[in-house]
């Protein structure tokens, strides 16, 4: 699933999302639209991009997922 700058996203409200799900969730208050993973029992974002550093959220933080991504317009 590629994202633009300019494109919509279709999110459906929920609070989990499988493995592989491109999710929206919030990362100690910021919101983020990331590839949900689970490794190693831990769970993972990680952005299409390569460039950007995979998020795992350390003790303390809070990662919430907000929704799942259904489309893209």
Do not use: C, W, Y
Request: proline share 7%.
């Amino acid at each position: 699933m590629v994202i633009l700058p300019g494109d919509l996203v279709v999110v459906r409200q929920q609070d989990n999302a499988p493995s592989g799900a491109v999710v929206v969730a919030l990362v100690d208050g910021e919101a983020t639209v990331k590839r949900l993973r689970l490794a190693a029992g831990q769970l993972e974002l990680h952005a299409e991009n390569p460039a950007f550093a995979v998020l795992r959220p350390g003790p303390g933080q809070e990662l919430r997922i907000l929704g799942q991504v259904v489309e893209v317009r």
